[in-house]
Structure formats: structure tokens, C-alpha cells
């Protein structure tokens, strides 16, 4: 039997994969009930409770994951799966993907100490994590390095938020938030939406969730601007380093500092500024950072493009963190287009990144 493989074969640092289906419940009940979790240092699980058409059962669910949180797991990542998305709800899905980890180390846990010995344990913790370095290190990269160390730092987590939920659609088009209780929106809050595509349902959803006023901008819509809902305005404008017309497609760009005037928020705080531009990230964020717009600016949501990354990449990230923000969440966007072939791993030219202001 595998369970009898495991127990023969485990040291207590090893990575134990669930991926059954509908066999989640049963497979999960056994490896509670066997002790299999005893030995483990990560739990890696994708929890399919229900299916697209009868829904999710959420009770079955929660009786596992507090089974797991009393084993001593915690969890520090999570994917939704896209082919469990309801039939009935395009913002749910009955299947996620999980990352845990147990919360002491097994090969420094000693079960002869004391309570207080384990929590010394836990506290030998690396609260460090990746930051970009001088430009005087950065000069002597090479291109590999470059796109190397960009990955690398917009798949690393600087800070922890507690709660990250999903607000809109599973798929593209919803965006992930910090709901703890010092960054989450309270009212009167206020969001600006950049790119939309037709797809408001992020927009739609922090009405739902916190009542904000949300501005959504898409000058490619090719709509004049219109008030979709109570809370909700439309504005065909988009963001760029200059207030003008893009001479490429025609469009009306402008700086966040003039939005911010022409709006009448000058002196307001923006608890959630959402930026998937195609690019145009590249040449804004420099301009909002120059004029001080930025710092009104609690959550910034950003989808970073780049088919080739340069320098400069490195150097706007490095002045996001500079300015106070750091990164608690991303998503790699796995669309086909966006998919670049790593050595050992898929990477994407699109990276959701997820920022908190400290």
C-alpha cells in the first residue's frame, strides 16, 4: 500500500503531492487518520469538493482544512483551478490549488522538549526576501541576470497579508485583494480601475464588497463615458506619462495627477489603484512616482508585460519598493501567447503583482 511506502521511506522533510479529483475526501481522510502528515514538511493539495455543475460542497471542505490546521499545516499559497468555474457563478470555482507547510521545521523539532524549546524552533525564522540591488551591482548584470533576477523578484513575497481574496472573475479579468483589516477599504473609499476590456467585474465586485466609488478607464473600448451603476463611472481615458492624444490608436491619455484634478481627488486617498495597461505600466508608474501622485495610493494591483526585460524594468520596480510598497501577492497570467519556456519552469511575459503600502 502507499501509505505503508511512505511511512517506510520518510525522514520528516518531505513533499507530499495530492491531486485525486473526486477522490479528494477519501484520499484526504486516510492520510489524517493514517498519521501519513506526521512525517510531512509540505502539503501540496488540490481540493476538489463538488464539480462545475452541483456546485461546491463547503462544509466537507472546511472539515478538512481545519483537520489539516490542527495537524499543524498552514497554508502560504493558493491557485484557483479554472475547469471547476461554476456553471451557475463565472466568480467561483470547486477546485483550488493549495501550498502548506508545516509550521516547525521537523528536522529541528526536538518532541523530547518542552512547549517553550519548539517555540524557540519556530522563531529561527529568514524574514528576509529579494531586493534589487544599487545600480552599481546592476550595471555588471548581463541579460540573463537581468531577466533572471526580474522573475525572480516579482514571484517573491515581501509581506504577509493574512486574507487575499478574489474579487470578479476566476479568469482574467478578476483581481486578488488584501482584506486585513489595515489595508482593506473603508468607507468612503475610493478605486481607480485602469483597463477593462469590456470585463467589470472586479469593478462590480469592490462596489459589492466594500461600497467604494470606482472610475474605470479604457480608452480602446471606444465608449464615451457613462455611469454603469451607482458607484461605478466609466471613462473612455487612459493612463500614460503625458496628458494627450496617442498618436498610435488615437487615444486620450493622461497622467494620474491631472485624472486626479479633473475628478476632484486631488487630497484623496485611492485604497485600490488597478493597472493593466499592455505596457503602458512601463512609462506610467515612472510619472505617478516624479509627480507624487502615487502616494496617495493604498493597494496597487499592477500587470507587469514584458516579452524582454530591460534595465529600466529593474530600476521602476526597485523605486514601487522604494516608495513604500511591497509585494504580498502575484499570478502568473498563463495565457499561451504569454508563455515563455524556462529550463526547468514555465515563465510568462505577464505578471499580476499585488502591493501593499507600509
Not at 483550488?96 to 525564522?125: A, E, F, G, P, W
Request: proline share 2%; aromatic share 12%; net charge positive.
Amino acid at each position: 500500500m502507499w501509505s505503508e511506502v511512505v511511512n517506510y521511506v520518510s525522514a520528516g522533510q518531505d513533499v507530499l503531492i495530492i491531486d485525486v479529483g473526486y477522490l479528494t475526501e477519501k484520499v484526504v481522510d486516510h492520510v489524517i487518520k493514517n498519521g501519513l502528515l506526521n512525517k510531512m514538511q509540505q502539503l501540496s493539495i488540490r481540493i476538489s469538493y463538488g464539480d462545475p455543475k452541483s456546485g461546491i460542497k463547503y462544509l466537507a471542505a472546511l472539515k478538512h482544512l481545519k483537520k489539516l490546521f490542527e495537524a499543524g499545516f498552514r497554508i502560504y499559497w493558493s491557485r484557483p483551478e479554472l475547469t471547476g468555474i461554476l456553471q451557475n457563478n463565472k466568480n467561483r470555482t470547486s477546485c483550488v490549488y493549495l501550498d502548506m507547510i508545516y509550521n516547525v521545521c521537523r528536522s529541528l523539532q526536538d518532541t523530547t522538549k518542552h512547549d517553550k524549546d519548539v517555540n524557540i524552533i519556530q522563531n529561527r525564522t529568514d524574514h528576509t526576501y529579494l531586493v534589487i540591488p544599487d545600480d552599481q551591482a546592476l550595471s555588471k548584470l548581463n541579460n540573463k541576470e537581468i531577466t533572471e533576477l526580474y522573475i525572480r523578484y516579482l514571484t517573491s513575497v515581501q509581506i504577509h497579508c493574512k486574507e487575499v481574496i478574489r474579487l470578479g472573475s476566476v479568469t482574467d479579468g478578476g483581481w486578488n485583494v488584501c482584506h486585513d483589516k489595515s489595508y482593506r477599504p473603508s468607507l468612503p473609499c475610493l478605486v481607480y480601475s485602469f483597463g477593462i476590456n469590456w470585463d467589470f467585474s472586479f469593478d462590480a465586485a469592490i462596489v459589492e464588497a466594500y461600497s467604494c466609488d470606482v472610475h474605470s478607464f479604457d480608452p480602446s473600448m471606444q465608449r464615451t463615458d457613462f455611469r454603469r451603476a451607482g458607484h461605478i463611472w466609466f471613462h473612455n481615458l487612459g493612463l500614460g506619462n503625458k496628458t494627450e492624444i496617442y498618436r498610435k490608436d488615437k487615444w486620450k491619455i493622461s497622467t494620474l495627477k491631472d485624472i486626479y484634478s479633473d475628478l476632484g481627488h486631488k487630497s484623496t486617498t485611492v485604497d485600490i489603484l488597478k493597472i493593466d495597461i499592455e505596457a503602458m505600466e512601463w512609462i506610467s508608474i515612472p510619472n505617478m512616482i516624479q509627480t507624487g501622485a502615487i502616494v496617495n495610493v493604498r493597494q496597487l494591483l499592477v500587470e507587469f508585460h514584458a516579452y524582454s526585460v530591460l534595465l529600466q524594468h529593474l530600476y521602476i520596480l526597485r523605486s514601487i519598493y522604494n516608495e513604500g510598497f511591497r509585494i504580498y501577492w502575484y499570478h502568473r497570467n498563463p495565457g499561451k501567447r504569454n508563455i515563455i519556456q524556462g529550463k526547468f519552469v514555465e515563465n510568462t511575459a505577464c505578471y499580476e503583482v499585488y502591493f501593499i503600502r507600509i
